[in-house]
């Protein structure tokens, strides 16, 4: 273990969120996601549900503020407009861990696939609910340290 | 970039960082150490000194308190029991940044070559300075997030 790193992002995890620059994508996914045929990159969380994988990657993943959504949900198909249980969540995790200035966007779930197929990494984790599929992107430490959050 | 975690360690060295359990050695080492002929696991962070990875290193690594001296100094070959500059800055780098009540050993040249060669792994810096070599032992986070310190 290390201090203060979550214990749940192993070996292989810290390495990828590591090895991830600016702009590039991490897709967090429930476990009904193809994660295996979607992208060659796949770490597994398992035991956990997203929140608690989100709270993990939200403690030392910076989000993008150069995007508007550096956070992105699977929309429910034929329901767009929806937040599931899974989406408050993730939502409420990312203000509480992130900051009150992240936007959570939303995207239909057969773009989502393309987004998991040219993401830079996907993790699955042991969560079933449905829709519990995520998007995301990977921002800027400033010199100082500490998160570039531009006009936010 | 990752939010409170030093730049310098790669996403090699956090893998290894990470990897590594209770009771395992990691050899931080002056540029002129034969890493790569004493252990398969060699990392190199280049452009930095031995104070500069150790700092880093102490950020995220728990040392053993299990043990009387989970940080130990090679010693000068017919002179062991002087520190020279980058001991010094050693010793004061992990009181620093680890706590005062760790204390400092050290060891014959050769037996530290035996340790090496035992160890999980070795970081390889550009510190230029002789006997820059330390052998650090990872201790133990507690449930409750903290560093193990065992009657200290």
Same mark, same amino acid.
């Given at each position: 273990?290390?201090?203060?790193?979550?214990?749940?992002? /192993?070996?292989?995890?810290? #390495?990828?969120?590591?090895?991830? $620059?600016? $702009?590039?994508?991490?897709?967090? &996914?429930? /476990?009904? =996601? @193809?994660?295996?045929?979607?992208?060659?990159?796949?770490?597994?969380?398992? $035991?956990?549900?997203?929140?608690?994988?989100?709270?993990?990657?939200?403690?030392? =993943?910076?989000?993008? /503020?150069?995007?508007?959504?550096?956070?992105?949900?699977?929309?429910?198909?034929?329901? @767009?407009?929806?937040? !599931?249980? *899974?989406?408050?969540?993730?939502?409420?995790?990312?203000?509480?861990?992130?900051?009150?200035?992240?936007?959570? +966007?939303?995207?239909?779930? =057969?773009?989502? #696939?393309?987004?998991? %197929?040219?993401? =830079?990494?996907?993790?699955?984790?042991?969560?079933?609910?449905?829709? $519990? &599929?995520?998007?995301?992107?990977? +921002?800027?430490?400033?010199?100082? +340290? /500490? *998160?570039?959050?531009? !006009? %936010?």
């Amino acid at each position: 273990m290390l201090i203060n790193i979550d214990p749940i992002l /192993s070996p292989e995890v810290l #390495y990828t969120l590591r090895a991830m $620059g600016h $702009g590039d994508k991490l897709i967090l &996914c429930d /476990s009904n =996601f @193809p994660a295996y045929s979607m992208n060659s990159r796949v770490h597994r969380i398992d $035991g956990v549900d997203t929140a608690k994988a989100a709270k993990a990657i939200f403690s030392i =993943f910076p989000l993008d /503020s150069f995007i508007k959504y550096p956070v992105v949900r699977m929309q429910i198909d034929d329901n @767009p407009e929806e937040l !599931n249980d *899974v989406h408050k969540e993730l939502n409420n995790i990312m203000h509480e861990v992130a900051g009150t200035n992240w936007e959570m +966007g939303s995207i239909e779930r =057969f773009k989502f #696939y393309d987004e998991a %197929k040219n993401a =830079f990494a996907i993790i699955t984790t042991n969560e079933t609910r449905p829709f $519990g &599929c995520f998007i995301l992107t990977k +921002g800027v430490i400033k010199p100082d +340290g /500490s *998160v570039w959050v531009l !006009n %936010k």
